[in-house]
Each structure stands twice: as C-alpha cells, then as structure tokens.
C-alpha cells in the first residue's frame, strides 16, 4: 500500500526566510512521482513542484525546490525568500509509475503561514 | 487555455436530495479523476475515468455515489440520497492523452457540498 505523511500540521515563517516543509513516503514501487501541491484559502489545488524518481538531480521551480532522498522515503519541500502570497496548505502527493494505477496519495498537508 | 472547471463550486442540499457535481477537464484532456477532501484531511482519490469509461472506482462507496464521463459534455460525480457524512469540497482533476502522459493532474476549484 502507498501511504504519504506530512509530520507536520502547521507551521511559520517569517517574510523571506526559508522554511522547509516534511513529507515522507512508503513504497514498493521503484518507479512514480512526486508532487507538492498548494492550496491557498480559495480551495484551488496549484502545483508547485514534481519529481521523477528515476531522476536524480532534485526539481527547482523559482523558490521552490526539493530534496529527494530516494533511499529514505524522503521528500521535502523548501520555500526560499518566503512571500506573504506563500500562505496556504501544502499536500505532499505520491502517484505509482505507469501501469500501477493513475490515482494519487496524497498527506494530510501543512498549513504554512508567513509572518510579515 | 482554461483551467479545470468545476460547477457549481457551493452547493447545498437536504439530506435524501441528491447532488450532481460537474467537472469539464483542460482542453486536450480525456482522462478525469474525482478526489474528495473532508475538513482538516487530504484529498481522497475516487474514481478515474476516460471518455465513456469508468477505469478505477476503487475510491468510490458502493451504494449512492456513481460518476460518468460521456462521450460529448462534462464528467459527473452524482451523489444520491445524501447524508451529512457527505459534506465535503469535490474536486475533480484532468490529464493530457498521450502516453505516459498521466503522471500530473490538474486540479480544479472543487465543489464545496454542504449537506443540511
């Protein structure tokens, strides 16, 4: 079974300061993604970032970047010079490779505010 | 090009009513997924469908929930005789058609449904 976990439920920030958000994972796949989603108080589902596990290098999109630590199950998200727009839910979400299903796991998710 | 739409994005009803819920995916999308989130939780994966085929309602509950994504209009999640249980934000997702095309969804607003 896959199964996603957000250690965290709430955390802060201050206005450009990084922060780091926790996620972790369980698999027997070798091969899936990864994804960080965020959802700001308008409900919408953005996503921010994702990354192929096959692919070692780790995904950078602008602040945002990940470390991916294969081995460990470990899929952290850190949010550089934090913004006040950066204020919303983060869902760490994991689907299978091809042919295993389509669906996503998604965690419980981290409510990340940033402090003026 | 527009996002995911999702409709209506409020929708309340009395308990024993039923609720439809409609989701039209991205343009050049053929393949719909319907997630569920209750309050303080992550999204939960339902079903996922192709056009005018259901290929994964292993998400779905058995009795009252049933979706479908026709050959011409939107997909439809339809939810009869609903309980307060029910009461969640739906959201629908879509991906692009090509292969191996499936590994990012896109999100839509969702629909807020509030069961009285």
């Known amino acids: 079974a896959q199964t996603v976990t957000q250690s965290q439920p709430e955390m802060s920030v201050q206005e450009a300061e990084t922060v780091t958000l926790s996620c972790t994972y369980d698999t027997s796949e070798n091969n899936y993604y990864l994804f960080w989603y965020k959802q700001p108080p308008s409900r919408q589902m953005i996503l921010v970032i994702r990354?192929?596990?096959?692919?070692?290098q780790n995904a950078t999109e602008n602040r945002f970047s990940v470390n991916f630590q294969k081995a460990a199950k470990s899929f952290s998200l850190k949010i550089s010079d934090s913004q006040l727009g950066d204020t919303a839910m983060y869902f760490c979400a994991f689907r299978p490779g091809a042919n295993t299903g389509n669906q996503f796991y998604f965690g419980t998710g981290t409510s990340l505010t940033v402090i003026p | 090009n527009a996002g995911v739409m999702q409709n209506p994005r409020h929708l309340v009803r009395r308990r024993g009513q039923e609720a439809r819920l409609r989701c039209s995916p991205m343009?050049?999308?053929?393949?719909v997924y319907w997630y569920r989130q209750l309050p303080e939780e992550g999204l939960k994966f339902m079903v996922y469908?192709?056009?005018?085929?259901?290929?994964?309602e292993s998400g779905m509950p058995k009795e009252r929930f049933s979706a479908e994504f026709p050959k011409e209009g939107p997909s439809i999640l339809r939810i009869q005789q609903v309980v307060r249980g029910d009461s969640a934000a739906y959201f629908c997702?879509?991906?692009?058609?090509?292969?191996?095309?499936?590994?990012?969804?896109?999100f839509g607003p969702g629909t807020r449904l509030t069961v009285l």
């Open positions: 469908l192709q056009k005018e085929n259901i290929i994964d």
């Open positions: 990354q192929e596990a096959y692919k070692q």
């Open positions: 343009k050049g999308h053929s393949h």
């Open positions: 997702a879509s991906s692009p058609n090509y292969v191996f095309s499936t590994d990012t969804q896109y």
